[in-house]
DNA sequence: GCCATTAATGCTCAGTTCGAGCATAAGGAG
DNA sequence: CTCCTTATGCTCGAACTGAGCATTAATGGC
């Protein structure tokens, strides 16, 4: 039993969601494709003189926007064959592609990029996954669309299926929304033909109100990748101290909260996010303080780099939403 | 800036980590390569039939060792240059090994497998992961060993780094043990030449002693990629209700019990155990009960599927190990 | 049948964490 | 000076955790 025996040829892509804090929101590095009017992720392919995949990606972001990426991680591989599909034109049939996803974070957060590139929010690609002020407006329309596609389903237990999953993803009746779930949420609204994707990889033309058709819209799966890199980091700065990678050198115990509720879309009790952040003695105060507040001034504090170090899991154990989900 | 221009062709490898309780202990699925005596994983090249990543893996793996997969989830993409390097024969430069690693959990636990293939506890690769009697023995002789390797560090900043990533991997001091960083571990020791791949890959014999010389050893990378399999099913048995993967339609709860302490090779205390389950309601009676238990019978129990779909994130929120994490 | 052994199971208790909110401090705008 | 805004300190009850004691119900010897 050899390896490599009989392999098909495939490309690799790398593709990455590179995350910055503009402006309190957390945005996206998007590259504007020449073809049809759909923004696309950096990527770019594996070539033979990147050591790594993590080398290879760099290289690419720094070659396309002159980005100089800091921390990194994997995030997925994907490879349906249906990737290629749609309205790009015919995919070689005999290649297939690979993309591996990566996501970036970045300090910098200089607005102005070079070439094609911009810097969007991320929520306006998802906006359902927006829930800071209020339920977003656009879930009501979903819900009475994901509704019809439930009752619609082709058999009772598949309509029982459908139920659960929308009442898990979406939080329909007493179950939390669940913020770390935008990957799940945006593979239901593939597979209920509610995101233009759904309908672009058929060849078919979206019908009118279906989201990304006339707003933002992504290339390829580039839509999927960014729901998996926000669930990813979502999830991930609970108990990693991911949040620093994006904050400037120093800032306020506020401004990590606002970073922490833009990246969740979600509200968090202040005082009781402060008591974590110093019981967990992530930070550590400048003296300096922030004076321009709109109230009393505020410490700057700094990240303590050495907790990376310290202690096992370091990071906010933010526990967002969960309302009540104790036994009745 | 297209897609796809100027790749280079790269095959894929799938790559599965299947793990299986038997006897009480978690075992995977071995091949026995033909070459040298080194086990390898079971693996096969992603074909053009194939119409997804996770597709290809179960007909490969059914097609090699006639199981039929259950669980299933992506575990990491590898593609350094060097994988192909080491004794194997000399690697093709044009084509690049990219290897899409899986993770799969069975029930079934049938120890006599068709062909070349066997169960091996995992361990027998790991050793220095299993701390649910004692301290491994060999984490005294790797500790030795490691500790030379920091002092040999060639500069003060380095040999502090190599202090606090051998502190923190390694458990030294008042650390405690994190029986998640089973792959920082073996990157560690891989790093500091303690595991007989970091020499194969350089084209070297490893001298005497070192781990996976003599005793078990893996295919190029196969021992890096079941290290990342232990990461992974450790940490999310806390948080995913994956262990009922592995059990047998009805169990007791001691039997839960060791099947989350042989996977993350610590102990746990009973009674709060218990407590866990019950409270998260992730069993149900069946009513019936087991007397060969050497004392008082057990009720035997089902996993309550519903539980799937009812809460956000089901799980025993295990917390192993972790003795005092508090500050100073 | 009696006893030691082994597990299963029930229960307690103190320390910690969590969610929520009250109260006070310290700036700026008018 | 007063109001508004944000920072920061503190409290309280509910829930959760870690650790251990106590009781129950089998088994194997005798």
Same mark, same amino acid.
């Given at each position: 039993m050899t390896l490599n025996s009989g392999a098909s040829p495939a490309t690799v892509d790398l593709t990455a969601v590179i995350v910055a804090m503009i402006d309190g929101e957390p945005c996206i590095l998007t590259v504007q494709s020449g073809a049809n009017d759909r923004d696309t992720l950096p990527c770019g392919p594996l070539q033979p003189d990147h050591r790594t995949l993590q080398a290879g990606l760099r290289s690419w972001v720094e070659y396309q926007t002159g980005l100089r990426l800091g921390y990194m991680e994997q995030l997925y591989t994907f490879a349906d064959r249906n990737r290629a599909g749609g309205d790009d034109g015919p995919a070689d049939q005999d290649v297939r592609p690979v993309s591996v996803a990566y996501l970036a974070l970045v300090h910098d957060a200089n607005p102005q990029t070079g070439r094609a590139t911009a810097w969007q929010p991320w929520y306006d690609y998802l906006p359902w996954e927006d829930w800071r002020t209020e339920r977003p407006p656009v879930v009501d329309r979903l819900l009475a669309d994901l509704g019809d596609w439930r009752d619609q389903a082709p058999s009772a237990a598949k309509r029982r299926r459908r139920a659960e999953r929308l009442r898990l993803t979406f939080a329909s009746g007493s179950t939390p929304w669940?913020?770390?779930?935008?990957?799940?949420?945006?593979?239901?609204?593939?597979?209920?033909?509610?995101?233009?994707?759904?309908?672009?990889? +058929?060849?078919? $033309?979206?019908?009118?109100?279906?989201?990304? #058709?006339?707003?933002?819209?992504? %290339?390829?799966?580039? *839509?999927?990748?960014?729901?998996?890199?926000?669930?990813?980091?979502?999830?991930?700065?609970?108990?990693?101290?991911?949040?620093?990678?994006?904050?400037?050198?120093?800032?306020?115990?506020?401004?990590?909260?606002?970073?922490?509720?833009?990246?969740?879309?979600?509200?968090?009790?202040?005082?009781?996010?402060?008591?974590?952040?110093?019981?967990? +003695?992530?930070? $550590?105060?400048?003296?300096?303080?922030?004076? #321009?507040?709109?109230?009393?001034? %505020?410490?700057?504090? *700094?990240?303590?780099?050495?907790?990376?170090?310290?202690?096992?899991?370091?990071?906010?154990?933010?526990?967002?939403?969960?309302?009540?989900?104790?036994?009745a």
């Amino acid at each position: 039993m050899t390896l490599n025996s009989g392999a098909s040829p495939a490309t690799v892509d790398l593709t990455a969601v590179i995350v910055a804090m503009i402006d309190g929101e957390p945005c996206i590095l998007t590259v504007q494709s020449g073809a049809n009017d759909r923004d696309t992720l950096p990527c770019g392919p594996l070539q033979p003189d990147h050591r790594t995949l993590q080398a290879g990606l760099r290289s690419w972001v720094e070659y396309q926007t002159g980005l100089r990426l800091g921390y990194m991680e994997q995030l997925y591989t994907f490879a349906d064959r249906n990737r290629a599909g749609g309205d790009d034109g015919p995919a070689d049939q005999d290649v297939r592609p690979v993309s591996v996803a990566y996501l970036a974070l970045v300090h910098d957060a200089n607005p102005q990029t070079g070439r094609a590139t911009a810097w969007q929010p991320w929520y306006d690609y998802l906006p359902w996954e927006d829930w800071r002020t209020e339920r977003p407006p656009v879930v009501d329309r979903l819900l009475a669309d994901l509704g019809d596609w439930r009752d619609q389903a082709p058999s009772a237990a598949k309509r029982r299926r459908r139920a659960e999953r929308l009442r898990l993803t979406f939080a329909s009746g007493s179950t939390p929304w669940d913020e770390e779930r935008s990957l799940e949420r945006y593979e239901l609204l593939y597979g209920a033909g509610q995101v233009a994707e759904a309908w672009h990889d +058929q060849g078919r $033309e979206p019908p009118a109100g279906i989201l990304g #058709r006339s707003d933002r819209s992504m %290339a390829t799966d580039h *839509r999927r990748i960014l729901a998996t890199a926000m669930g990813r980091l979502r999830g991930k700065i609970k108990y990693r101290p991911l949040l620093f990678e994006l904050m400037p050198p120093t800032f306020t115990l506020l401004q990590l909260q606002r970073t922490a509720e833009a990246l969740s879309g979600t509200r968090l009790h202040k005082q009781n996010f402060r008591r974590l952040v110093e019981r967990q +003695q992530l930070v $550590e105060a400048t003296g300096q303080h922030e004076t #321009r507040t709109g109230g009393r001034p %505020a410490q700057l504090m *700094r990240f303590r780099p050495a907790v990376t170090l310290e202690r096992p899991a370091p990071g906010l154990g933010i526990k967002a939403g969960g309302r009540s989900t104790r036994r009745a």
